[in-house]
């Protein structure tokens, strides 16, 4: 065959493989993803809200299936899409710390919108990108040759359209000139909130923006219909994560993942419904991780075997996970180290950090007039017992009854009754972990610098068990955690481990004895010369709580001329080494 006839050829056998992708696709449906920001159950009113109005979203729940269960990963937008775009936990990436768009090995990890337009979909993004990873340009995986192309004549599409009217910043108080539609004094609180004017304003302004938000949805729906492809089109409406006011966004409380999740089938694939018939609801759980995995299912392609989530719909429709994970680690400038697991009604939440207060101040947040008014009231010694543990030092573990308890302020950790499925969360939480080398059992640029001094990304080097021995570092933690003397010895015998990893878990489980240190009280003073400087942070730290202030600060100095220091933490300890709120001295036990 001649070189003529030879591209001849191949141009044919590009255009069949074009044409049966077209044909293909066009048996498929359509799928339209309806995104908005920041808000979860609590405002949107099929779920039973008692503040926001939401008729289009209603009405669309009684066109459609209501999912009961449906929880984020990450309680924040950057991790939350770099989980989405990957079908990835973020957490397995690496990519979990607010905007640190860390690089991750793209042969590995395909992103799903690729994988649609491989099964010949028409793929566009109504311009949220956000996916925190650096090595691809967010917006790549979008186009073709650089350029968005033309929808062709009976393609399906798959589009999402994202609304940031319910952001956290519509929260912020209002403009000069701005007006409050919303009554105040109707507003229903959260029992760990403060009945104050300024919350109650704060409530109301958010409502205002959760209500706009509900008006876009109806206009996207119309203009749906309008089109003439509503009845070829799934419509998906989830929000990214929970929030918005003060210990909801960012916390993995039910009120910062729990999140509304609508889906709406056209009579012609009623095989795939989910219940019975619309208006129904659905109990299974769905994590925010089976979203890639499903749309790609629904679209005839081929799901990769690496994607971590379940397929909740469709012809390969997966059994439901029995348990959803829940992550958070830095946000923004405040550094923090949680993990969350549960079922249909029981939360296990366990604190990496715990001597710092959920309530860390952080400038977006406390951009609010809620959040500063809330922190004022605290300083002024009238919180409560239950509005006033935000500003406190946190348990190393927390357990709730979602059911009875959806505020999530009754922490069962230590009730009888309970420990069974105390011991079957904390025992699944670890196995979710190894299995997906979890990063975050090394501070964030620790682990960073350790993957750069190896030429890695932290995808791939907490997957070498010699880099990161994962078990080790576990059982370590939840010594720590545990805050027994019974292990200051080990703790101590573990100062002189070779890896920063090990020694830092140790310095960690000797900080929070406090004064049951004593016996270890030279491994402590020897610590403020380790070369690892979140060591030396957290040694001084000690020293500055047993009255070493002076020779506590000038290690601080030393830490923050280092180049390799982590930054938020140093930032995090200077925030609550001074006591500028009451009980922040001492680290409170389970209770």
């Not at 079922?343 to 951009?367: E, F, H, S, V």
């Not at 027994?484 to 004895?513: H, T």
Request: a neutral charge; proline letters at 6%.
């Amino acid at each position: 065959m001649t070189v003529p006839q030879l591209r001849r050829a191949s141009l044919t056998l590009l255009f069949l493989l074009v044409s049966s992708l077209s044909l293909q696709a066009a048996e498929r449906p359509n799928i339209l993803w309806i995104t908005s920001e920041d808000n979860g159950v609590s405002w949107v009113g099929c779920y039973g809200s008692k503040n926001a109005k939401t008729p289009n979203i209603d009405r669309l729940a009684k066109e459609g299936f209501r999912y009961t269960h449906c929880f984020d990963n990450a309680a924040v937008c950057a991790p939350t899409r770099s989980t989405w775009i990957t079908g990835h936990y973020a957490i397995s990436l690496g990519t979990q710390p607010m905007r640190s768009r860390y690089a991750i090995p793209h042969d590995k990890v395909p992103y799903y919108p690729d994988l649609l337009k491989a099964a010949g979909y028409h793929v566009t993004n109504g311009g949220k990108t956000d996916y925190n990873i650096g090595s691809r340009p967010d917006k790549d995986c979008w186009l073709v040759d650089g350029k968005r192309p033309p929808r062709q004549a009976g393609q399906s599409f798959f589009t999402i359209n994202n609304i940031g009217d319910s952001h956290e910043s519509r929260a912020f108080p209002k403009k000069r000139g701005g007006q409050v539609k919303t009554d105040p004094a109707k507003m229903v609180l959260h029992s760990y909130h403060p009945d104050l004017p300024d919350m109650r304003m704060t409530y109301a302004t958010y409502v205002d923006a959760v209500q706009q938000m509900d008006a876009k949805v109806g206009r996207i729906l119309a203009d749906l219909e309008a089109s003439g492809n509503a009845d070829d089109t799934i419509v998906v409406y989830c929000s990214d994560h929970g929030g918005v006011l003060p210990r909801s966004k960012r916390f993995l409380y039910s009120s910062g993942i729990h999140c509304p999740l609508i889906v709406r089938i056209p009579e012609k694939w009623k095989r795939w419904w989910p219940a019975e018939r619309p208006g129904m609801t659905v109990d299974r759980i769905v994590s925010f991780v089976d979203m890639p995995k499903t749309f790609v299912s629904l679209a005839g392609g081929k799901v990769p075997s690496s994607y971590q989530g379940h397929i909740f719909l469709g012809d390969e429709i997966e059994p439901a996970p029995e348990y959803h994970l829940s992550f958070r680690e830095r946000a923004d400038e405040c550094s923090d180290n949680v993990r969350g697991l549960r079922d249909q009604r029981y939360a296990y939440i366990k604190n990496y950090m715990p001597w710092a207060p959920n309530g860390q101040r952080l400038r977006y947040m406390w951009t609010m007039a809620g959040t500063r008014a809330w922190e004022q009231h605290y300083l002024d010694g009238k919180c409560d017992e239950i509005t006033g543990r935000f500003f406190k030092p946190r348990p190393s573990e927390e357990f709730y009854d979602t059911q009875l308890d959806f505020d999530n302020v009754n922490n069962l950790i230590d009730s009888p009754k309970h420990q069974a499925k105390i011991a079957e969360l904390k025992a699944e939480l670890r196995k979710k972990q190894l299995e997906l080398f979890d990063s975050g059992l090394l501070p964030e640029r620790m682990r960073q610098r350790r993957a750069e001094a190896n030429g890695l990304t932290i995808y791939e080097m907490v997957r070498d068990p010699k880099l990161y021995p994962l078990e080790k570092y576990l059982d370590l933690a939840d010594l720590a955690l545990d805050r027994d003397p019974k292990n200051i010895d080990q703790f101590s015998e573990s100062m002189d481990d070779p890896d920063e990893g090990v020694r830092y878990w140790a310095i960690c489980g000797l900080f929070l004895l406090d004064d049951l240190t004593k016996p270890a009280s030279q491994v402590m003073q020897d610590a403020i010369g380790d070369d690892c400087t979140e060591v030396q942070m957290m040694a001084a730290w000690s020293m500055h709580r047993h009255g070493e202030v002076e020779k506590a600060n000038a290690i601080f100095e030393q830490v923050k001329r280092n180049p390799q220091h982590d930054k938020p933490i140093l930032e995090s300890i200077h925030r609550w080494k001074d006591a500028k709120h009451p009980s922040d001295t001492k680290t409170s036990v389970n209770q």
